[in-house]
């Protein structure tokens, strides 16, 4: 038990240090809210409209390519300072690693992350019907420059 002493001190400490710098900032914080205060703040541009409610899907996977590669990035350099000492195994590891790495690249250009622009539009998408998911599924956000409802289900 003795070995796990340091550990539930370390814990003890945080927990105190939290607790007491939270008390701290709401007894001494200074307090006058305003609503330019509780307005969100994007690089000292006002916003100009409501934010959609959803991000989309093209956001998570640009995020999902990113994360991809740190990680890869996090994982090979290690392995490129020690590769001498790693031998075939090490060899082999990293072409494994590689490979998934490169599967997981394949599938976000499958699914389109890299399609910017008019050409997605020219994607067959015969999947699933364009009126089903605008009426039933999901409420369509960010209106501008689309045709009414109307007008796609006469198309």
């Not at 105190?16 to 710098?21: I, K, T, W």
Request: glycine share 8%; hydrophobic share 55%; with cysteine.
């Amino acid at each position: 038990m003795g070995q796990y002493l340091p550990i539930f001190a370390m814990l003890v400490l945080a927990l105190v240090f939290a607790g007491v710098s939270r008390v701290v900032s709401q007894l001494m914080a200074p307090r006058s809210p305003s609503v330019a205060k509780a307005a969100p703040y994007e690089c000292g541009i006002v916003p100009s409209k409501e934010p959609p409610e959803r991000f989309p899907v093209k956001f998570f996977l640009v995020a999902m390519i990113f994360i991809v590669f740190d990680i890869e990035i996090i994982f090979l350099f290690p392995f490129a300072t020690v590769f001498r000492e790693l031998g075939g195994f090490g060899i082999g590891a990293i072409v494994i690693f590689s490979a998934a790495v490169f599967e997981s690249f394949v599938y976000l250009i499958s699914k389109g992350a890299l399609d910017w622009g008019p050409i997605k539009r020219l994607q067959r998408s015969d999947i699933v019907s364009p009126a089903r998911t605008a009426t039933t599924t999901i409420r369509r956000v960010g209106l501008e420059g689309r045709q009414p409802a109307a007008a796609e289900e006469a198309a």
